[in-house]
């Protein structure tokens, strides 16, 4: 069965460091690949998404992901977190055409002013 | 322009009795997944439903939780003779008919059994 990996539980950071989210899937065929953000509070939400084309993709707030087939991995990036930023990350993994999501375990980010 | 409903937010029950949680999809999305975030967990993927059909349920434990969607009205979880194990935030998604790989989250519904 498909399963996502997420390896880091809780990410803490200072303002302006830089911050990269592993996640790792383990399904050899056509994948599409996620992150979603839940802010406290809030629901999930879209950060980003990777079908197929340009490995490195942008999403919203400056975030962005690559894809690398070889290693199964989609690894969330960003330059330079902002206090705004804290939050729960979810990668997430379905099979091409299929709706069926799963996701990571999440990774907790706290961004100290 | 409303987007995925759930309720209620927050519900209580002692343990034995039935718990049900109502999910309203996006406007034109016929497509609805449940998923359990337990404390200090991440989301677990409970059951995927479109109008009247369950197509996975799969991360559904096989007894006291059932899921319908029926061809009116909302999409509901049940989770009968409640446990203490059971209390977590339960979050329903919705997705259109086309695939866009995309889906939309509810707020959650959060359990309490006391």
């Known amino acids: 069965a498909q399963s996502v990996s997420q390896h880091n539980h809780h990410v803490i950071l200072s303002e302006a460091a830089s911050l990269e989210l592993g996640c790792n899937y383990s399904?050899?065929?056509?994948?599409?690949l996620f992150w979603y953000v839940q802010y406290p509070g809030q629901h999930l939400q879209l950060l980003l998404k990777y079908f197929s084309g340009d490995p490195l993709v942008k999403g919203i707030k400056g975030f962005e992901a690559e894809f690398i087939k070889s290693k199964f991995s989609f690894n969330l990036r960003k330059p330079s977190v902002q206090w705004s930023d804290t939050a729960d990350y979810f990668c997430a993994v379905n099979v091409y055409n299929n709706n069926d999501m799963r996701f990571g375990a999440g990774t907790r980010l706290t961004v100290k002013p | 322009n409303a987007g995925v409903m759930q309720n209620p937010r927050h519900l209580v029950r002692r343990r034995g009795q039935e718990a049900r949680l109502r999910c309203s999809p996006m406007?034109?999305?016929?497509?609805v997944y449940w998923y359990r975030q337990l404390p200090e967990e991440g989301l677990k993927f409970m059951v995927y439903l479109q109008k009247e059909n369950i197509i996975d349920e799969s991360g559904m434990p096989k007894e006291r939780f059932s899921a319908e969607f029926p061809k009116e009205g909302p999409s509901i979880l049940r989770i009968q003779q409640v446990v203490r194990g059971d209390s977590a935030a339960y979050f329903c998604?919705?997705?259109?008919?086309?695939?866009?790989?995309?889906?939309?989250f509810g707020e959650g519904s959060r359990l309490t059994v006391l």
């Open positions: 406007k034109g999305h016929s497509h």
């Open positions: 399904y050899g065929g056509t994948v599409n």
């Open positions: 998604a919705s997705s259109p008919q086309t695939y866009t790989g995309e889906l939309f």
